[in-house]
C-alpha cells in the first residue's frame, strides 16, 4: 500500500496548524493501515519546516516557482509527484489551496475524492471519513478507498501534532507555469473601518455595556483574540459604534468561527444576523435572556467584570 | 469573448431536511433553489459583460429535474443563451458525473471563459470548478472575486484566510470558482421571468452519463441538535477561564 | 374717443397673446395626458361635484393649517371678485356706459382689501413663520405671483380712481359715484389735491391702473401655465378627477403588462395633471416620516422633479423618448428618495389638491426593481416570498407553529367549515414576540365560544409589501395562493390581526375577484364585546393609541379600536398625530427589511417622543403586529422601559377578561 501524502502549508515559515492537524490523523490511520505518512511542502523554507515535521519521509518541492502559492504550479508539481508516490490517500486542508487542488487533482488522476472532512477513521481495515455536507446540516460517512484518494479536511477537526519527527527531506523542482502568473500579494488592508463579515472572531457588545466609556474593555479583549468589535443595534443608535459593526437584520448577517454575545439580549431582530455562527458563547446577566436558546455556551455574569479578566488570561497566553 | 456560467440547483436549506429509513435524503420532500455560489457566479459574469460591452454569457446546467426556471432567471437577469444539457439524469447525479458531463459539453464548446460557484452544498465532493477544471485542463482558480478581463487574459483576485488575497493573471480559456460577486445579485422580477419564458428558448444538447470514480456514501445522520446552551457557573473568574479552554480547545487562540 | 381706441387695441393684443402663449402651454400638457395610460376618473359625478366644493370652495384641507388656510381662503375668494372686476373693466372700455352696479363694485373693492390682508399674512408666512414644509419650492415664484397679485389690486384702486375724472367725456356715464368703488373714490380726492385732473393726466393715471390691472392679469394667464399658479386652473379639475376607489387599492385594476414607470407615458393622465396641480405648499412634506427622519425624500419634491423633468422634455420637443435625459427612476428621482418611502399615505391625506404620490412612487420603484436595483434587505424580503412565502425565509411548514401550546386544536378552515376564518399574516405567525400576542389572540375567541379557524400552511404573505416594493408579478403569484387556499376554505366571515393584510385582502384582491368583506380584530372584538361574548373588568389606567397608517389611514378604521380599548376600562388620551393623521412607525413599504442609511432619528422614536409628552401615560397601545416590533425596539433602544410600555389591544383584551395576569404584560395600573 502507498504512503499517506499529505500537503502541508506553511506559514511563517513553520509547517501551520492545519496542516499538523492533518499528520497526526495521518499518522493514526497510516497505523491503522500499515503504511507511511509523506509529507509535502512548497519554496525555500519547505525543507527545513518538514525537517521535523511528524511524517515518515519528506518531499520539499523548491524553484522560483514555488514559494509562492500558484495554483497551476503546484498543480503540477503535485500531480507529477502522485504519479511517482501512488499513494494511498492525499490529505489537504479545506483551505483556499485545498479546494483549488484537491478537486483537480482528483480529476485529474481520476480518483474519488472526499472535502469538508472531519472524521477519519479506519474501522475493519476499511477508511471511512465523515464529511458535513448541506452547510454542515448533515454529516455523510463515506468509504475511501485507498487508491490515492483525496481528501480535504477542515481546519480544527483533529489537534495538531504535539510530537515531531525526523524524516528525511527529498527535493522535488517545481516548474514555471506562465499561463497562470501571480502578479502580486495583497494584504489585509489596516485603517479605514472594518469587515465584521470578514472576521474569523467576533466581540459583540449589546447595550450590556452601558455606556461608551466601557467599549475600552471590549477593544482589549478583541485585541487579545485578533478579533473584531461588532454589536447590537442599540448601541449603534447611541452612537457609541459606526453602523458598520452592527449585527442583525438591519445590519450585517455574520458566520465567524466565533461569536462572543456580550450584553445582548438575542432579541430576533439579532439573531438573524448572527445565528450561523459555528461557535457562539454568550454572557449575560439575565439567566433567561434568549440569547441563551441559540448560543452554545453561555454564563449568566456581568460582562464589565468579566471582560477584563479574560482580556488579561488571554494575554497571558499569547505572550 | 464567450463566458459561460454552470449552474445548478441544490436543496434549500431553509427547510428541514429529511431522512429516509436508510440514512438517505428525502429529496421528493426538498425545494430546489439555485445554489448561491452559482448566482454569484452569474452575477459576476454579468458585470465582466456589462464593462466589456461585447462578451456573451451563457447559462449551462444539467437537466437534473426542473432547472428550467433557473435558467430563464438567468436569461431574464441578463444572461445571452442558455443551455441545458439533457440525458439520463437524475435528481440524485452526483457532482462528480455533473462535472464529466459539463467538461464533455465544455471541451467543443469554445468557451473562453467559464465561471461557476466555488462549492454546493449538496456533496462531500461539491467542488465543480476544480473537478471540471482537471478534466479539461485548463488553468483555473477557486475562491476567487473581482473578474477582469484585458487582452485575452483573465485578471481576478484569490481569497485565503485572514484577509490576505492574490492577485492572479490567468491565460484563457481559464475556469474559476467564485466566491462572491462584486455586487449582490441582482433582482429580477417575477413579471420579467415570466415574460422571457414566453418568449426565449433553452438550447438543448445531448449529454451521456459518464462512469466515476466514487467514495461509496454509507449513511447520512444529522448533527448532535445543539439546543439550549451549555451554561457554565462560577464567578467571571471561572468563567473565563473555561472561556479560554473552549477557545483553545477550538484553536481559536493565537499563538 | 383716442384713449378707448388705444385700450381697446392693447386689450386685444394682450388677450390674444395670453391666450395663444396661455393655449400653447395647455395643448402641450393635455398632449401628454393623452398618451399617458388610461384610469376612470370621471364616474360618480355628484360625489366629485360635492368634493369640490368641499375642498374648493370650502376649503376643508386648507383650514388644517388654519394661519395658512385663512390667508389662502382670502385670496383664492379674491381671484372669483377679481372676474368681477374683470367684466366690468374692459366691459367698461369696450361698452360705452357699461358698469356692474353699486353691489358688484363695493365687493370688488372690499375684496380688494381682504386680499391686501391675505398678501401681507402670505408674506409674513414666508417671511417671519417660514414653515420647513416650504423647504424646496420655488420662493421666487411664490413672491413674484404675490407681486402680481399686489399689482393687479392696486391697479384696480388706480384706474377706479381716476376714472370719475374721465367717466364722462370718455367712457358717457353721467354718474361716476354710482360705481361705489370707494377705494378709488378715496384715492381720487388725493388727485384733486394734486390737481392730476386734467383729461391728459387722468388718461395716464388710468391707463396705468390699466395695465397693471388688466395687463398683468393678462400677462398672468400667460405665465400661469409655466409655474406652480397652474393650480389656480387644475386643483378644479384636479379635486374633481380625484380617487374615490377604495383608498387602500394601490392598483385599480389588472396592469397589462407592468406597473413600472420609466417614462411619462407610464403614468395615468391623472398623475400628470397632478405634475401641474401641486402648489409647493409642501404640506406633504410636513406630514413624510421619511423626511421627518432626515432621509432624502420630500412627496414634493418628488412631484416637483418629475413636473420639471417633464417641462424640460417638452421645451426639448421630444418628452416620449428623450434618449439622452436621465431617466426618471434613478435619475430625476433618486433610488434613495424612492426606497425611502413607507407608503404611508400621509402625504396624500394632506395634500389639498389632492394629488397622488404613492402611486407615482411605486411605479418608479417598480422600474427601478426591473432594472435589478433593489435594497439587498428588501431583496432577500422578496426572494423569501417567492420561495417561502413569508420574509422571515422560514419554512411554509412553520406558519401554524405559533399555535403549539395552546390547550385546544384550532380549526383548519380548509378541511372544515368554520364560523370565522383568522387571516394571520406574518409577524403574527413567525416572529417569535409577537407568537405570545397571536397565541392570546386565540385563546381569546376561544373563551368568546368563537367557531373559528386558519389556513394553516396554505397562507402565504398577503403580497401588499411586495406591490409597494413595486414587485407586481410577486404580488400575484402571492395572491394566487391566498386565493387559492380561500377558495377551498368555508366561512362565514374573515378577519385578520394585521392591518398589511387587510388592506390586501379588502382592496387589492378585489381586482382578482375577492369580494368578501374582511375585519380587522379590533372591530371583531368590538362585536363580541357588544354581544356580551366577552366580559371585560375595567383596567383603569390611561393610555394613548397609535393609529397604524394601513388601518387608520387606508382603510378608515379609527373607531373600532378606539371604541374597544375604551370598553377595556383605559383612559385613552390621543397624542397630537392621530386617527387619519396619524405618524408613520416607518415599518411599511418594505421598509422595515431595508436599510437605515442616512436615518437621523426613527419615525418610531419620533413617535415614541410624542406619546411622552402626554401627560402620565404610561402605555403606548398598538395594533398591529409589526408596531409592536417596531415600538417595543424604540422603547429598549432609548432606554424608556420603565416610563412606557408597548401593548397591544389584545394585550388590553387578555388582562380585561382575566386571561392574562398583570405582571405578564407588567400593566401596572398608574
Ligand atoms: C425592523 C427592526 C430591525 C432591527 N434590526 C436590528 C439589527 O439589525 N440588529 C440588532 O441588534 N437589533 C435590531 N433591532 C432591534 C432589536 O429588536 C432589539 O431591540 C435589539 O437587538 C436589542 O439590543 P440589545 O440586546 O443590545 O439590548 P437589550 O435588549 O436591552 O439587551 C441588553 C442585555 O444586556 C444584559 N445586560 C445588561 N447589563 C449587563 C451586564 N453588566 N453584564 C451582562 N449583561 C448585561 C441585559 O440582561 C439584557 O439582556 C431591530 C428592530 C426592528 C424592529
Ligand atoms: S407615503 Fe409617507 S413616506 Fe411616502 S412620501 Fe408620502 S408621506 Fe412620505
Ligand atoms: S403635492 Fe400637494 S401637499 Fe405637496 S406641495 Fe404639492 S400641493 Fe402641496
Redesign the interface.
Given at each position: 500500500m502507498g504512503p499517506i501524502v499529505v500537503v502541508t502549508e506553511l506559514e511563517a515559515g513553520r509547517v501551520a496548524?492545519a496542516s499538523q492537524e492533518l499528520l497526526t490523523k495521518s499518522r493514526e490511520v497510516a497505523d491503522a493501515l500499515g503504511t507511511t505518512v509523506t509529507a509535502v511542502g512548497f519554496g525555500g523554507q519547505a525543507a527545513s519546516a518538514l525537517a521535523g515535521a511528524a511524517a515518515d519521509a519528506a518531499i520539499a518541492v523548491t524553484g522560483s516557482a514555488a514559494e509562492?502559492?500558484?495554483?497551476?504550479v503546484y498543480e503540477r508539481a503535485l500531480a507529477s509527484l502522485l504519479k511517482e508516490q501512488a499513494p494511498s490517500l492525499v490529505m489537504l486542508s479545506n483551505?483556499?489551496l485545498g479546494?483549488?487542488?484537491?478537486?483537480?487533482?482528483?480529476?485529474?488522476s481520476?480518483?474519488?475524492?472526499?472535502?469538508?472532512?472531519t472524521g477519519l477513521s479506519v474501522q475493519d481495515g476499511q477508511v471511512?471519513?465523515l464529511?458535513q455536507?448541506?452547510?454542515?446540516?448533515?454529516?455523510?460517512?463515506?468509504?475511501?478507498?485507498v487508491?490515492g484518494?483525496i481528501i480535504t479536511a477542515i481546519?480544527?477537526s483533529w489537534p495538531?501534532a504535539s510530537a515531531g519527527g525526523s524524516p528525511a527531506v527529498a527535493a522535488a523542482v517545481a516548474e514555471p507555469?506562465?499561463?497562470?502568473?501571480?502578479?502580486?500579494?495583497?494584504?489585509?488592508?489596516s485603517g479605514g473601518d472594518v469587515d465584521i463579515t470578514?472576521s474569523?472572531?467576533l466581540v459583540s457588545v449589546g447595550?450590556g455595556i452601558q455606556g461608551p466609556e466601557n467599549l475600552e474593555l471590549a477593544d482589549e479583549l478583541a485585541a487579545s483574540?485578533?478579533a473584531v468589535v461588532s454589536c447590537s443595534?442599540?448601541v449603534v443608535?447611541?452612537g457609541w459604534l459606526p453602523?458598520s459593526r452592527q449585527v442583525g437584520?438591519?445590519g450585517q448577517t455574520v458566520k465567524p468561527?466565533?461569536y462572543?454575545a456580550m450584553g445582548i439580549s438575542g432579541?430576533?431582530?439579532h439573531l438573524q444576523g448572527m445565528k450561523d455562527a459555528e461557535?457562539?458563547?454568550?454572557?449575560n446577566s439575565d439567566?433567561s435572556a434568549?440569547i441563551?436558546?441559540?448560543?452554545?455556551?453561555?454564563?449568566?455574569?456581568?460582562i464589565l467584570?468579566?471582560m477584563p479578566?479574560?482580556a488579561e488570561?488571554?494575554q497571558g497566553?499569547?505572550g | 469573448m464567450k463566458i459561460a456560467v454552470l449552474m445548478k440547483d441544490v436543496p434549500d436549506l431553509v427547510e428541514d431536511l429529511e431522512l429516509t429509513d436508510e440514512g438517505q435524503l428525502a429529496v421528493d420532500e426538498l425545494s430546489f433553489i439555485p445554489s448561491e455560489w452559482d448566482d454569484q457566479a452569474l452575477e459576476e459574469a454579468l458585470l465582466v459583460k456589462d464593462e466589456m460591452g461585447q462578451a456573451e454569457v451563457t447559462a449551462v446546467a444539467v437537466d437534473t429535474g426542473d432547472v428550467d426556471s433557473m435558467l430563464y432567471t438567468a436569461l431574464a437577469k441578463g444572461a445571452d443563451r442558455a443551455v441545458k444539457i439533457v440525458g439520463e439524469f437524475g435528481r440524485d447525479l452526483p457532482n462528480r458525473a455533473r462535472s464529466a458531463v459539463l467538461a464533455e459539453y465544455l471541451k467543443t464548446a469554445g468557451y473562453d471563459l467559464i465561471l461557476t460557484g466555488v462549492q454546493a452544498i449538496d456533496d462531500v465532493d461539491g467542488q465543480v470548478a476544480g473537478l471540471v477544471a482537471g478534466h479539461l485542463d485548463v488553468p483555473h482558480a477557486s475562491v476567487v472575486r473581482e473578474v477582469a478581463v484585458a487582452g485575452g487574459h483573465v485578471r481576478c483576485l484569490q481569497e485565503y484566510s485572514a484577509g490576505r488575497m492574490a492577485e492572479l493573471r490567468l491565460a484563457t480559456p481559464a475556469l474559476l470558482g467564485i466566491q462572491a460577486a462584486r455586487k449582490p445579485p441582482r433582482y429580477v422580477t417575477i413579471a420579467k421571468v415570466r415574460q422571457v419564458t414566453k418568449s426565449a428558448s433553452l438550447e438543448e444538447v445531448e449529454g451521456e452519463l459518464p462512469e466515476v470514480p466514487t467514495a461509496a456514501v454509507r449513511r447520512l445522520f444529522k448533527p448532535q441538535a445543539a439546543g439550549r446552551a451549555v451554561m457554565w457557573e462560577g464567578d467571571p473568574e471561572a468563567v473565563a477561564e473555561q472561556i479560554v479552554a473552549l477557545l483553545d480547545d477550538r484553536k481559536l487562540i493565537r499563538s | 374717443m383716442v384713449l378707448r381706441t388705444v385700450l381697446e387695441a392693447l386689450t386685444a393684443v394682450m388677450l390674444l397673446s395670453s391666450l395663444a402663449l396661455f393655449g400653447r402651454r395647455v395643448r402641450a400638457i393635455a398632449g401628454v395626458m393623452k398618451k399617458a395610460r388610461p384610469i376612470v376618473r370621471t364616474d360618480r359625478v355628484g360625489e366629485r361635484l360635492a368634493s369640490v366644493v368641499e375642498h374648493v370652495l370650502l376649503h376643508r384641507r386648507m383650514f388644517r393649517i388654519t394661519f395658512s388656510g385663512i390667508l389662502h381662503f382670502f385670496i383664492f375668494s379674491g381671484f372669483v371678485v377679481l372676474l368681477i372686476d374683470i367684466v366690468e373693466t374692459i366691459g367698461e372700455v369696450f361698452i360705452p356706459g357699461f358698469t356692474v352696479g353699486p353691489v358688484l363694485a363695493t365687493i370688488v373693492d372690499v375684496w380688494d382689501v381682504v386680499v391686501l390682508v391675505g398678501i401681507a399674512m402670505a408674506v409674513y408666512n414666508r417671511v417671519v413663520i417660514k414653515p420647513e414644509r416650504f423647504a424646496g419650492s420655488d420662493e421666487k415664484d411664490a413672491f413674484l405671483i404675490l407681486g402680481l397679485i399686489t399689482a393687479i389690486v392696486s391697479g384696480i384702486i388706480v384706474h377706479d380712481s381716476f376714472y370719475p375724472f374721465l367717466a364722462r367725456e370718455v367712457f358717457h356715464v353721467p354718474d361716476p359715484v354710482a360705481r361705489a368703488h370707494f377705494l378709488g373714490w378715496g384715492l381720487s380726492r388725493l388727485w384733486i389735491a394734486l390737481g392730476w385732473t386734467s383729461p391728459v393726466a387722468a388718461g395716464a393715471g388710468y391707463t396705468l391702473g390699466y395695465l397693471l390691472d388688466i395687463g398683468v392679469v393678462f400677462g398672468f394667464l400667460a405665465y400661469l401655465p409655466y409655474s406652480k399658479h397652474f393650480h389656480i386652473f387644475s386643483a378644479v379639475p384636479n379635486i374633481f378627477v380625484r380617487n374615490l376607489r377604495p383608498l387602500g387599492e394601490l392598483v385599480p385594476k389588472v396592469p397589462e403588462e407592468s406597473i413600472a414607470v420609466r417614462s411619462f407615458q407610464d403614468f395615468h393622465w391623472k398623475d400628470i395633471l397632478d405634475l401641474y396641480t401641486c402648489t409647493e405648499c409642501g404640506r406633504c412634506q410636513a406630514v413624510c416620516p421619511a423626511h421627518a427622519a432626515g432621509q432624502p425624500l420630500s412627496p414634493k419634491m418628488v412631484i416637483l422633479k418629475l413636473r420639471d423633468a417633464l417641462n424640460e422634455r417638452i421645451a426639448a420637443g421630444g418628452w416620449q423618448e428623450a434618449p439622452a435625459a436621465p431617466a426618471l427612476a434613478g435619475g430625476v428621482v433618486s433610488p434613495e428618495e424612492l426606497w425611502a418611502c413607507t407608503t404611508c399615505g400621509a402625504c396624500q391625506e394632506a395634500c389639498p389638491v389632492f394629488i397622488e404620490h404613492v402611486p407615482k412612487i411605486v411605479g418608479l420603484r417598480s422600474a427601478l426593481l426591473e432594472d435589478g436595483e433593489v435594497d439587498a434587505g428588501a431583496q432577500k424580503a422578496l426572494v423569501a416570498f417567492d420561495r417561502q412565502g413569508n420574509s422571515f425565509g422560514q419554512p411554509a411548514r412553520k406558519r401554524p407553529q405559533w399555535a403549539k401550546g395552546l390547550d385546544f386544536p384550532i380549526k383548519d378552515a380548509r378541511k372544515e367549515p368554520v364560523d370565522w376564518l383568522w387571516f394571520v399574516g406574518d409577524f403574527a405567525a413567525y416572529d417569535p414576540r409577537v407568537q405570545d400576542l397571536t397565541r392570546l389572540v386565540a385563546q381569546l375567541l376561544h373563551l368568546a365560544g368563537v367557531d373559528f379557524g386558519i389556513l394553516y400552511e396554505g397562507e402565504v404573505n398577503s403580497g401588499n409589501d411586495a406591490l409597494r416594493i413595486g414587485e407586481y408579478g410577486l404580488f400575484e403569484n402571492l395572491a394566487a395562493k391566498n386565493l387559492q387556499a380561500l377558495e377551498k376554505a368555508q366561512y362565514n366571515r374573515i378577519f385578520t390581526t394585521d392591518p398589511h393584510s387587510l388592506n390586501a385582502l379588502k382592496n387589492e384582491y378585489r381586482k382578482l375577484g375577492f369580494e368578501s368583506k374582511v375585519m380587522h380584530y379590533t372591530e371583531a372584538f368590538g362585536e363580541l364585546v357588544a354581544q356580551g361574548r366577552l366580559t371585560l373588568a375595567p383596567l383603569r389606567l390611561r393610555a394613548t393609541y397609535h393609529d397604524p397608517c394601513y388601518l387608520g389611514r387606508w382603510n378608515r378604521i379609527t373607531e373600532a379600536p378606539r371604541a374597544l380599548i375604551r370598553r377595556t376600562g383605559v383612559d385613552l388620551i390621543e397624542m397630537p398625530r392621530h386617527g387619519t393623521q396619524s405618524f408613520c412607525c416607518g415599518a411599511g413599504g418594505g421598509r422595515i427589511w431595508m436599510e437605515e442609511a442616512g436615518m437621523e432619528e426613527r419615525p418610531a422614536n419620533q413617535r415614541i417622543k410624542e406619546a411622552l409628552a402626554l401627560p402620565d401615560v404610561a402605555y403606548f397601545v398598538v395594533a398591529c403586529p409589526k408596531d409592536v416590533s417596531m415600538f417595543s425596539a424604540s422603547v429598549t433602544a432609548m432606554g424608556l422601559e420603565e416610563r412606557l410600555k408597548v401593548v397591544d389591544v389584545a394585550e388590553l383584551l387578555g388582562v380585561a377578561t382575566g386571561l392574562l395576569q398583570v405582571r405578564e404584560v407588567q400593566l401596572a395600573t398608574s
Open positions: 496548524d509562492v502559492y500558484s495554483p497551476r483551505t483556499t479546494m483549488d487542488l484537491g478537486a483537480a487533482l482528483a480529476s485529474f481520476g480518483q474519488p475524492m472526499v472535502g469538508y472532512c471511512v471519513a464529511s455536507i448541506y452547510g454542515g446540516k448533515l454529516l455523510a460517512e463515506v468509504e475511501v478507498p487508491t484518494s481546519p480544527g495538531a507555469a506562465p499561463e497562470v502568473e501571480l502578479l502580486q500579494v495583497i494584504m489585509p488592508e470578514r474569523d472572531i447595550r483574540l485578533g443595534r442599540p443608535d447611541a453602523r437584520k438591519s468561527r466565533a462572543l432579541a430576533p431582530e461557535l457562539i458563547i454568550a454572557v439567566e434568549p441563551f436558546e441559540v448560543a452554545h455556551f453561555g454564563a449568566a455574569v456581568d467584570e468579566l479578566v479574560l488570561k488571554l497566553r499569547a | - | -
